[in-house]
């Protein structure tokens, strides 16, 4: 079975012409592309896909091995399945009781979990909202520069670490990211914070300790509600 290419091998291919172009429909062996969009037809059991300059769309019960972007978004449907999902500048959407076995990462896009989707890794970012509602993460939250809500009924385990900002071409400090516990939630593992955040916690969800921020703890379905 091919698996698709890794992303530093899609970067170098980039400037290349050996790949093939355009948009792309995977079928059982995978697909790969350089300027162009991947499909991965609903019920499909498709190898890795990986593209540089387009989005991934995974149908609802389709699985593919691992899923791969540089510039663009990915998103699985319900009930679709992959082993590692991964871009650098994109948004990443798990639809209901969509499953990711190991990581799901980005570096500039928002995280969307929608109700039973689940990844057995890390979720992680540096810029862009990650967003859980009802979900599950058995490895960790992540990001520098993101806002988190655990939405009610979410569990996270690994708990959460919100990164110091570095220098050079990040400059953090004008942004405080905002971190919601929603209600039901449980956090399980430390939730450390190396720079300054936003944290509420509901009243009714659950937590490991807590470094680096003190919890507003709100009544409600939401801070303020």
Not at 115 to 134: E, K, Q, T, W, Y
């Amino acid at each position: 079975m091919r698996r698709y290419l890794p992303l530093a091998v899609l970067l170098t291919l980039a400037g290349c012409y050996n790949m093939p172009g355009g948009d792309v429909t995977a079928d059982g062996s995978g697909a790969n592309t350089v300027n162009g969009s991947i499909h991965v037809p609903a019920g499909t059991h498709s190898g890795g896909v990986g593209t540089v300059n387009g989005s991934i769309r995974i149908d609802d019960n389709a699985t593919v091995a691992s899923a791969g972007t540089v510039n663009g978004s990915v998103a699985l449907g319900t009930h679709a399945a992959a082993d590692t999902v991964g871009t650098v500048n994109g948004s990443i959407t798990l639809g209901e009781g969509a499953h990711v076995a190991r990581d799901v990462t980005t570096v500039n896009g928002s995280m969307t979990l929608k109700s039973g989707a689940d990844v057995g890794g890390p979720l992680s970012n540096v810029n862009g909202r990650i967003l859980l509602d009802d979900a599950h993460v058995a490895g960790g939250l992540r990001t520098v520069d993101g806002d988190i809500e655990v939405g009610r009924g979410s569990h996270v385990e690994g708990g959460i670490l919100v990164k110091r900002g570095g220098g050079g071409w990040f400059n953090f400090s004008a942004h405080k990211p905002r971190i919601v516990i929603g209600p039901g939630a449980v956090v399980q593992g430390d939730l450390r914070f190396e720079r300054a955040v936003e944290l509420y916690v509901s009243d009714s969800a659950t937590t490991g300790p807590i470094t680096g921020a003190t919890a507003i703890r709100f009544p409600g379905a939401s801070p303020g509600s």
